[in-house]
């Protein structure tokens, strides 16, 4: 019995009969921003553009149809580091297109629209087409968000957490393992909620809050959240506030205007990604502690600083791992 089903049987057998979703019926065709994708069978050589869509498939148990992983943040989670040894990872960030096709992928799942939009990085969706094979964008990345307007896209609607259930029951529909699928997200749903009411249960007074992923230099405007991306899905969440009003995904604020609202706690993203000077959380947290204006804000003094993996800050599996972490800081505050 090939791997997938039996992980597939495995995951079927543990849940209740009225909890079976249908088996895929192919031609299976889904709309994917925008763009329909019919697939003839469940893909069996798969490449990944994006650490959240290669954990995705990981966490429903599709690891051995994966061929390539690339774009990758974090260590891989500990529960797959010994699955992700055995998969050749084509390059730390952007994968050239070459690479990616020179594994014959018959399905390339990507996390950033950036990657195989219209000035695809990779390479366009329309290459990709020409080859038959299909790309799929997380719905996270394209719904509800221009991704032709900012460094890393604008928000057109405020993210919502509907999109990451999207994208896993897709995935597992287009690979035939929904129960998989529909069980993840119940625990996912859980968690969120158990997140939720251990905020609610250590009420304070508001807690403000600043997101900083990365900085092109140490000493310069930073990469923050803005108000209607994930980190701010996180914040609202819990009743916190975002005190950057942008709508861009990840807007480059001055740290004057961020020391003038004096955020209650400043979260910093951790990554093995040295693309930029500032990816080195600990560059991050020397430059608050010796800069004259940010050492000054309160967050700094009082050290109420969360160290979060970038990936956590994603529209990704790790998303509740990271709302979990935050709602642990509130209890601090």
């Known amino acids: 019995m090939p791997l997938r089903r039996l992980a597939a049987l495995l995951v079927t057998l543990t849940l209740p009969t009225a909890a079976l979703a249908a088996s895929t019926v192919y031609p299976l065709t889904v709309d994917n921003c925008g763009e329909p994708l019919t697939f003839t069978h469940a893909p069996q050589k798969t490449v990944t ?32 580091q010994t699955l992700n040894n055995g998969i050749e990872r084509l390059a730390d960030n952007a994968p050239s297109f070459e690479s990616v096709i020179g594994k014959r992928p018959d399905f390339v799942p990507v996390q950033f629209e950036w990657m195989v939009g219209p000035q695809g990085a990779v390479g366009t969706r329309e290459q990709f087409r ?13 719904e509800g968000k221009n991704n032709r307007v900012g460094a890393d896209g604008t928000r057109l609607e405020a993210f919502r957490i509907d999109t990451l259930y999207k994208s896993l029951r897709q ?25 939720v009411t251990q905020a609610k249960a250590h009420a304070n007074p508001p807690v403000s809050a600043v997101f900083w992923f990365s900085s092109p230099d140490i000493n310069v405007d930073p990469y923050v959240a803005g108000r209607k991306g994930i980190p701010n899905f996180m914040l609202d969440t819990l009743g916190m506030r975002n005190v950057i ?28 990604r040295r693309r930029f000077p500032a990816d080195d ?24 600083i ?28």
């Open 130 to 142: 020409d080859l038959g094979i299909p790309t799929y964008i997380l719905p996270s990345d394209c």
């Open 49 to 80: 553009i994006g650490q959240a869509a290669t954990e995705m498939l990981y966490a429903l148990g599709l690891g051995p149809n994966i061929v390539g992983t690339s774009l990758w943040f974090n260590p891989v989670l500990p529960q797959y």
């Open 171 to 195: 995935l597992a529909q287009i690979f035939d393992v929904q129960d998989r699928g529909e069980h993840l997200i119940t625990g996912y749903q859980t968690r969120l909620a158990q997140a």
């Open 306 to 333: 969360v160290l979060m993996d970038a990936s956590a800050m994603e529209s990704s599996v790790r998303l509740f791992d990271g709302i979990e972490q935050l709602a642990q800081a509130t209890q601090a505050q």
């Open 245 to 272: 009003d942008s709508d861009e995904e990840w807007p480059t604020v001055g740290w004057e205007t961020i020391a003038k609202a004096n955020p209650t706690v400043l979260v910093i993203a951790r990554m093995d």
């Open 281 to 304: 959380h600990e560059k991050k947290l020397a430059f608050l502690r010796s800069d004259p204006v940010t050492r000054n804000m309160d967050a700094v003094k009082n050290n109420r």
